[in-house]
């Protein structure tokens, strides 16, 4: 599947952000789909995953109550809603569809297709 993530920007601490990853070249609705991120000099790291049903979702510590995950499957698109961003959340922000199908989550170690990144700024 090919993804393509926007929306990152630049923002002021506080603020936020809606990134969409459309996702085409295969059945959208029956992968698990996640989001991810790299700040600069770490490691990528986990944020957020919705089932193929959008029924479950679950989030890194860091985010919880500050972050969404959605999907609309119609549209083959995954949101991720970004509240009360902080500095600490600066990063290139990825997509990822599961290969699995029927999934419920989707990890750093899952076999998945990538988007190529959206960069998020988060000015203190």
């Known amino acids: 599947v090919q993804l393509q993530a926007c929306g990152g920007g630049l923002v002021q601490t506080g603020g936020f952000l809606r990134l969409s990853c459309a996702a085409s070249?295969?059945?959208?609705?029956?992968?698990?789909m996640g989001w991810f991120r790299r700040a600069p000099g770490k490691e990528r790291e986990f944020v957020a995953a919705?089932?193929?049903?959008?029924?479950?979702?679950n989030y890194a510590d860091s985010v919880k109550g500050r972050f969404t995950i959605s999907r609309d499957n119609a549209k083959n698109t995954v949101y991720l809603q970004m509240n009360s961003l902080k500095p600490e959340d600066t990063a290139v922000y990825y997509c990822?569809?599961?290969?699995?199908?029927?999934?419920?989550?989707?990890?750093?170690?899952?076999?998945?297709?990538w988007g190529q990144g959206t960069l998020v700024t988060v000015s203190s």
């Open positions: 990822a569809a599961a290969r699995s199908r029927w999934g419920e989550s989707i990890t750093i170690a899952s076999q998945a297709d």
């Open positions: 070249g295969r059945t959208f609705s029956i992968h698990a």
């Open positions: 919705i089932s193929w049903s959008g029924i479950s979702t």
